[in-house]
């Protein structure tokens, strides 16, 4: 059992999480992720690992509440036990000098998991541009954490409602057209969001890397669930990537492929829902 | 008193309109007295070539001698002295192709139900609330890493651990067992069986480590600075293969692993009692001619299916499932359906598959394997409306713990190179053995693999000498 040290909503969608797993915690690197079962009748989730203290022995996660298993997480608290927390899994971003510049870019809750990255970014000596993007004011996690490091930090919300109004890229895009030193992107985030970062930095050829939140169970490489395009080629996310060259990635088949059971996960929260007498739709549920 | 006047007795089942409305077993085991009348037909051979059948050589004939005498007990402790897990092996084991083809009397009877035997002991402790745990030699202070706590590595833990030696059995998943527990169905084998003869092992020293991957949590480097003087690699063939055909990775085209881990492991069968989803759909069909497409179009059935259909691209003669398991398919309704190959799936707009169009094929020459090689024939295409898919046409070796370990070869599909005597691989200290050296295979010879690895470990961890 994995015990929860530190439970914090961070915003209305969102909960942080502290928990013991000492040889994860000591382990893991940036890009990386666990996978959990909140008990015997949970199902496997990955979840990517956001920060970690190898002397406390715990890693942090950011928890968006999604669907039945994420929603079920957001009512544990600090002293209860989770029954399995596997990893790290996942292959560790691959980071060192650059010539140029990284932007690090993240849609929602996925700048818990570009956090970790563009953190080592710098330390490996590199210029960090962040831009982060969420739908609204209320929901911003993690700015004052890319402020304490990053050489530049850009949010835009959906609804204007903090700092510039429209979408990661309406921010990306101007630094496009100033024809600014990118050596490499990283983007993480919703899929249609990496889509539609990879769609505009095609046109600019710059390296950009997603890292792909595809369903997954076992996550060793031995069920094959999470597999996607790329390039043409059948990979595994769980054991070749979660990283992979965005431009080369088949995201229309990744965004039917997480919708494979979309009816089963509604009635899965409804009967949660319904059982613990909390009526609280999750937002992420609403935009499913 | 042997009498061979007595036919083989037949195993009790679920009838088969009942078993596929459940996922309860569906052979029910020998009753005592005729597990008694079964074994009075063997007779005793001077020289029983059914112990070299065994990959795990048990003493057969006595086993079953003490079984005609009515001391199930003393039969139980017989099977163990060479194999822990009984339970398993006396329900999985392809017996026809092993023991009991070369049992005496199959020349002019049939063969004693040497299998049915091995499970009705095992299963005999458990009505009887027993539990036997075998006795463990004095500690020798060594300590030994197993990775994988599939039937390989169950057995190399068993074996070393009654040796004196400390094991700690590195497992993956979240329950112990491997393929015995994600891949094979209830209604085979009840993981309830599994998980017992997981706990004598535990009763008898050994370290169950659960949610470790070896490879990511711990490298095997790692492993040996941790303290780990020797290390067996029982890792199992997981990483499904695909055909690579057009509209594969549509949804609702399953890998045969993924399939039956969402049944036997998560227990999608009790969405949304537990959390795990599957979808099925009305007409499912499962590619591949094996167990483990045998275990997969079964499972459809019992999930609501209205038709599950086997697609093998040769004949049912070179079909490489057990012949009990065809027969159990036809019994349930499973529609077979031979000489036939998919070239594409076709998907509606959501992205889910709807069609499959599939190949005629006719049988040519024989081919490496021995078997005739099945041939397309021209122009015989047609499309089949489907729900689901199910790939079960094998895998191939995970690269998880090859890659991040320097000095360990594999040949040029991944598998791990090790001696087939011994178990050894190119880097001292590390043994490996079943799937992972040798493609898929059985349950049983994995554990003869396990056998020999865990003689030629304690010989390294008694001498030093590699």
């Given at each position: 059992m ?35 079962r909140?008990h015997e009748k949970g ?40 029954a399995d ?204 | ?22 996922f309860n077993e569906?052979?029910?085991g ?46 139980l402790?017989?099977?163990r002295?060479?194999n822990l897990l009984p339970g398993v092996c006396g329900r999985v ?26 499970r009705?002991?095992a299963d005999w402790e458990i009505r009887e609330g027993k539990m036997d745990v075998p ?11 197993v990775?994988g706590s599939g039937p390989?590595g169950l057995t190399?833990a068993a074996?070393?651990a ?7 059995l590195f497992e993956a998943l979240h329950k112990p067992g491997g393929v015995l527990v994600y891949g094979i169905p209830e209604f085979r084998l009840p993981k309830a069986i599994v998980a017992r003869e997981c706990e004598i092992l535990e009763k008898i020293g050994v370290e169950l480590k659960l949610d ?48 039956l881990t969402?049944i036997n492991l998560m227990k999608?069968?009790l969405?949304?009692?537990y ?168 349950v049983?010879?994995?554990m ?19």
């Amino acid at each position: 059992m994995f015990r929860i040290v530190e439970r914090q909503r961070v915003n209305p969608e969102v909960n942080r999480f502290v928990i013991e797993a000492s040889i994860i915690a000591q382990k893991r690197e940036p890009g990386q992720f666990v996978v959990f079962r909140l008990h015997e009748k949970g199902e496997r989730i990955p979840i990517t690992i956001a920060d970690a203290d190898a002397q406390a022995g715990t890693i942090t996660v950011y928890v968006q509440e999604l669907g039945k298993t994420t929603f079920e997480m957001g009512r544990m608290n600090a002293g209860d036990e989770i029954a399995d927390v596997i990893g790290p899994l996942g292959n560790p971003t691959p980071i060192e000098k650059l010539d140029g510049e990284v932007f690090a870019i993240a849609g929602g809750v996925g700048s818990a998991e570009v956090l970790p990255i563009a953190r080592k970014h710098k330390e490996a000596g590199n210029k960090v541009i962040a831009i982060l993007g969420y739908r609204s004011k209320d929901i911003v996690i993690l700015e004052e954490e890319f402020r304490s490091f990053a050489d530049e930090v850009y949010v835009t919300t959906d609804d204007g409602s903090y700092g510039r109004e429209g979408f990661v890229t309406t921010e990306l895009a101007d630094h496009l057209e100033k024809g600014r030193p990118i050596a490499e992107i990283i983007a993480v985030g919703p899929a249609i969001m990496m889509k539609a970062v990879c769609d505009l930095t095609r046109h600019y050829n710059i390296k950009t890397m997603v890292s792909l939140n595809s369903i997954m169970i076992d996550a060793t490489g031995m069920c094959g669930v999470c597999r996607v395009e790329v390039g043409g080629e059948t990979r595994y996310a769980c054991v070749h990537g979660p990283e992979f060259d965005g431009h080369k990635v088949n995201f229309d088949l990744l965004l039917k492929r997480l919708a494979s059971f979309k009816e089963e996960e509604k009635i899965s929260l409804e009967r949660y829902q319904a059982a613990v007498g909390d009526e609280h739709t999750p937002w992420g549920a609403q935009d499913a | 008193m042997p009498d061979t006047k007595i036919p083989r007795q037949a195993m009790p089942k679920q009838r088969p309109k009942e078993r596929i409305r459940n996922f309860n077993e569906v052979a029910l085991g020998f009753s005592a007295e005729l597990a008694q009348k079964e074994a009075e037909r063997c007779i005793q051979c001077k020289k029983p070539f059914c112990i070299e059948g065994c990959p795990v050589e048990i003493d057969i004939p006595v086993f079953i001698e003490l079984v005609a005498e009515g001391d199930f007990e003393s039969a139980l402790a017989k099977i163990r002295e060479t194999n822990l897990l009984p339970g398993v092996c006396g329900r999985v084991c392809p017996q026809e192709e092993q023991c009991e083809i070369v049992c005496v009397l199959s020349k002019r009877f049939e063969p004693v139900a040497i299998g049915r035997l091995e499970r009705f002991v095992a299963d005999w402790e458990i009505r009887e609330g027993k539990m036997d745990v075998p006795s463990v030699a004095p500690s020798t202070g060594h300590k030994v890493a197993v990775v994988g706590s599939g039937p390989g590595g169950l057995t190399v833990a068993a074996d070393l651990a009654r040796l004196g030696h400390k094991v700690t059995l590195f497992e993956a998943l979240h329950k112990p067992g491997g393929v015995l527990v994600y891949g094979i169905p209830e209604f085979r084998l009840p993981k309830a069986i599994v998980a017992r003869e997981c706990e004598i092992l535990e009763k008898i020293g050994v370290e169950l480590k659960l949610d470790f991957v070896v490879g990511r949590t711990a490298t095997v480097d790692e492993l040996f600075e941790m303290g780990y003087e020797a290390c067996f690699l029982g890792l199992g063939a997981g990483l499904p293969w695909f055909m690579n055909i057009p509209g594969e990775n549509l949804v609702g085209v399953y890998s045969a692993n993924e399939y039956l881990t969402r049944i036997n492991l998560m227990k999608a069968y009790l969405f949304p009692e537990y959390d795990t989803p599957i979808r099925v759909g009305e007409r499912v069909i499962v590619i591949g001619g094996g167990n483990v497409a045998m275990d997969a179009v079964r499972s459809s059935l019992r999930l609501g299916a209205k038709e599950a259909h086997i697609i093998y691209r040769r004949s049912r003669k070179e079909m490489p499932a057990r012949d009990e398991e065809i027969e159990n398919a036809e019994d349930e309704g499973v529609i077979f359906n031979f000489l036939l190959n998919p070239v594409r799936y076709i998907g509606n707009e959501a992205g889910r598959v709807k069609q499959v169009e599939l190949l005629k094929m006719e049988l040519g020459e024989p081919d490496a394997s021995g078997r005739r090689r099945p041939v397309p024939i021209e122009g015989s295409e047609y499309k089949m409306d489907v729900d689901t898919v199910v790939v079960a046409i094998g895998n191939g070796a995970n690269p998880l713990v090859p890659s991040s370990t320097p000095g360990l070869e594999t040949n040029k599909w991944g598998y791990i190179v090790a001696d087939a005597e011994t178990g050894k691989t190119t880097k001292k200290g590390v043994w490996a053995g079943g799937d992972i050296v040798t493609g898929a295979a059985t349950v049983i010879l994995a554990m003869g693999a396990g056998r020999k690895a865990a003689r030629s470990m304690h010989e390294y961890l008694t001498t030093g000498e590699w």
